[in-house]
C-alpha cells in the first residue's frame, strides 16, 4: 500500500477507536455502580418487622422461595415514584416482595406504608442501615431478586419502571420459578 | 490632658456604632462552627481513619471521599471502618469489607488485575507510541532539509522563463 494512503489512514483508524469507546462509554451511567453480589450468596440478618417488633426475620426464613427485596424509606422521595407498580406487582402474586425500612423511624415507616399502601408481605426494620450496608445499599429505592437457594440474581438501582420490570425482572422470575 | 478623640476618623455616631456592634459579633463566629470532631480516642487510630477512608469513594456524592462526605452512607461507613480497625483490622481486611459490599469502584486506586491491566498501563503505552512517532518526524525533517537540492538540467533555465512569461 502506498506510503502516503497509510499515514491519513493511521489516524483515521486510531480516532474511530477512541470514537468506539466514546459511543460506548457515553451511554454508561456512572451513577450505575454494579454490586458485587450478584451471583453470591444473599448477605445474613436477622431484623425485626417493621409491624411487629417482636417478631424477626432471618435469611434463612427465605431459603427455597424466589423473592424479591425492596429498600425504601419514608424520607425518600423516588421511593413513592416506584410504588403504585410495586403495589401492582405485588398484587399479582407472581413472587413475595418484602421490604426493608432502610435508616427510617418506625412511626414514619408505618404511616408512609399506610398513606400509599402496602404491597409487602413483610417489611424488615433496618434503622441503622447495618443491613443496607452489607447488601451495598448506596442509593434508595434499590431492589434484589434472590433465588431459591438465597443467591442474589439480580440488583436494581433507582426506581423500578415498568420497562425493568417487563424485560428484566419478570423473564429472570419466569427463569429461576419455572 | 488632651483626649486622644481628635485624632479619631471623622465617623458619625451611627455609624461608629455599627462598626462596634460588627466587631462585637465576630466574637461569636466560633458558634458557627458546626461538627465538633468527637474527642480523638486515638490520635493514630483517627490518623489511620483518615488514611483508609480518603482513599474510599463515596458513592452518594461521587467525587468525595468518604473522609470528606456528610452523606449518611459516608458517616455510617465511617464509624464501621472505626470499629474495625479498633477491632484490630488490617487495612487490605477494611477494604476486603467494603469491596465486597460495593464493589472496586468505591477504591480510588483500582486494584491491578487482568480487567485493569489496560486502565493502568495505557497510558504509559499511548505515550510511549506518541514519543516514538514524535521522533520519527523530527529525525526525518533536518535530513530533507539538508538534502542538497538536485542538479539543474542544462534547459531548465530556459524552461523556467517560459514557464513564467507563459503565467503572465
Redesign the interface.
Known amino acids: 500500500m502506498n506510503i502516503k494512503i497509510l499515514r491519513f489512514l493511521v489516524p483515521l483508524g486510531i480516532f474511530l477507536v477512541l470514537a468506539g469507546f466514546l459511543a460506548a462509554g457515553l451511554k454508561l451511567n456512572p451513577r450505575e455502580v454494579p454490586s458485587p453480589l450478584i451471583g453470591k450468596a444473599a448477605p445474613g440478618f436477622a431484623l425485626a418487622r417493621l409491624d411487629d417488633a417482636a417478631q424477626t426475620v432471618r435469611r434463612e426464613d427465605m431459603l427455597g422461595r424466589v423473592w424479591m427485596l425492596n429498600v425504601w424509606a419514608s424520607w425518600c422521595a423516588a421511593c413513592r415514584d416506584e410504588h403504585p407498580l410495586l403495589v401492582e406487582f405485588a398484587r399479582r402474586k407472581v413472587v413475595p416482595v418484602y421490604g426493608l425500612n432502610y435508616k427510617d423511624a418506625r412511626p414514619d415507616g408505618l404511616a408512609w406504608l399506610a398513606r400509599f399502601g402496602n404491597p409487602y408481605e413483610a417489611s424488615l426494620f433496618d434503622q441503622d442501615g447495618r443491613v443496607g450496608i452489607d447488601y451495598g445499599v448506596y442509593g434508595v429505592p434499590e431492589t434484589f431478586i434472590i433465588d431459591k437457594q438465597g443467591v442474589v440474581r439480580f440488583k436494581h438501582i433507582g426506581p423500578i419502571t415498568r420497562e425493568v420490570l417487563q424485560s428484566r425482572i419478570e423473564p429472570l422470575l419466569r427463569e429461576l420459578n419455572g | 490632658m488632651a483626649s486622644p478623640m481628635h485624632l479619631a476618623p471623622r465617623l458619625p455616631a451611627w455609624a461608629a456604632a455599627l462598626l462596634a456592634a460588627c466587631a462585637l459579633l465576630c466574637l461569636a463566629l466560633p458558634a458557627a462552627a458546626k461538627e465538633a470532631a468527637p474527642a480523638a480516642a486515638d490520635p493514630a487510630l483517627e490518623a489511620r481513619l483518615v488514611r483508609i477512608t480518603a482513599e474510599l469513594r463515596c458513592?452518594?456524592c461521587?467525587n468525595q471521599t468518604i473522609a470528606d462526605s456528610n452523606a449518611?452512607?459516608a458517616t455510617?461507613?465511617r464509624g464501621?471502618v472505626h470499629a474495625r480497625i479498633a477491632a484490630g483490622e488490617t487495612d487490605a481486611q477494611i477494604r476486603r469489607y467494603v469491596?465486597?459490599?460495593?464493589?472496586?469502584?468505591?477504591l480510588y486506586k483500582p486494584p491491578l488485575t487482568a480487567r485493569t491491566v489496560a486502565l493502568w498501563v495505557g497510558p504509559f503505552a499511548i505515550l510511549l507510541v506518541a514519543l516514538w512517532i514524535v521522533l520519527r518526524v523530527l529525525r526525518r525533517r533536518p535530513r530533507a532539509a539538508q538534502a542538497p537540492p538536485p542538479p539543474a538540467a542544462p534547459d531548465e533555465g530556459e524552461r523556467l522563463r517560459r514557464l513564467l512569461d507563459e503565467e503572465r
Do not use: A, I, P
Open positions: 458513592l452518594v461521587q449518611d452512607l455510617d461507613l464501621q469491596t465486597d459490599r460495593y464493589g472496586d469502584f468505591v
